[in-house]
């Protein structure tokens, strides 16, 4: 009897061991974005800061990571992860523009298009100078992989907001 006790105690501390090893493995995949924010792992790539820089071109918040360094290979590429609802503004790229989804379900718009459901392991290749938005869908977060194209001569060119309810009907 009493052997059972020590197994069924040595059995109980270890599921407890366990839950906590766990628990602490799950915060670490998470990052903490402020009291009432944590954004979720979606994919394999790094999610890395608040994206404050372009901030003010985004409805909602989202985060970047560069993922290329060697500017002589020149293919910049970064993840950007979307909160839910998340998107960008209307914009043109001169050089074009590639994006991969990686996580999560988000959305891609051609001005004059209907949007196009994004899902990992989706690729969107954007001829230069095409308006467009992308980002997340209303309950999900998204993560794409962004890739510039001709980046010598590539600049971005920001334009409007999508506004809610170009958004609503985009995603339905």
Same mark, same amino acid.
């Given at each position: 009897m009493k052997k059972k006790k020590i197994i069924t105690l040595f059995f109980a501390s270890m599921i407890i061991i366990t839950g906590c090893t766990n628990q602490g493995k799950q915060e %670490?995949?998470?990052?903490? +974005?402020?009291?009432?924010?944590?954004?979720? @792992?979606?994919?394999?790539?790094?999610?890395?800061? #608040?994206?404050?820089?372009?901030?003010?071109?985004?409805?909602?918040?989202?985060?970047?990571?560069?993922?290329?360094?060697?500017?002589?290979?020149?293919?910049?590429?970064?993840?950007?992860?979307?909160?839910?609802?998340?998107?960008?503004?209307?914009?043109?790229?001169?050089?074009? %523009?590639?994006?991969?989804? +990686?996580?999560?379900?988000?959305?891609?718009? @051609?001005?004059?298009?209907?949007?196009?459901?994004? #899902?990992?392991g989706d690729v969107i290749e954007i001829a230069p100078n095409i308006e467009h938005w992308h980002g997340a869908a209303p309950n999900s977060w998204f993560s794409h992989l962004a890739i510039a194209c001709n980046p010598q001569t590539n600049e971005n060119i920001w334009l409007e907001p999508v506004s809610d309810e170009d958004y609503t009907v985009a995603v339905k």
């Amino acid at each position: 009897m009493k052997k059972k006790k020590i197994i069924t105690l040595f059995f109980a501390s270890m599921i407890i061991i366990t839950g906590c090893t766990n628990q602490g493995k799950q915060e %670490q995949n998470q990052k903490t +974005v402020d009291m009432n924010t944590e954004v979720p @792992e979606i994919s394999d790539f790094s999610i890395g800061e #608040e994206n404050t820089a372009y901030a003010q071109y985004f409805s909602g918040k989202s985060w970047l990571a560069s993922l290329t360094k060697m500017s002589e290979l020149n293919v910049p590429m970064s993840n950007v992860t979307f909160e839910p609802g998340c998107r960008n503004n209307w914009h043109s790229h001169t050089g074009g %523009q590639i994006l991969v989804a +990686v996580g999560g379900i988000g959305y891609y718009q @051609e001005r004059g298009k209907a949007a196009v459901r994004m #899902e990992p392991g989706d690729v969107i290749e954007i001829a230069p100078n095409i308006e467009h938005w992308h980002g997340a869908a209303p309950n999900s977060w998204f993560s794409h992989l962004a890739i510039a194209c001709n980046p010598q001569t590539n600049e971005n060119i920001w334009l409007e907001p999508v506004s809610d309810e170009d958004y609503t009907v985009a995603v339905k």
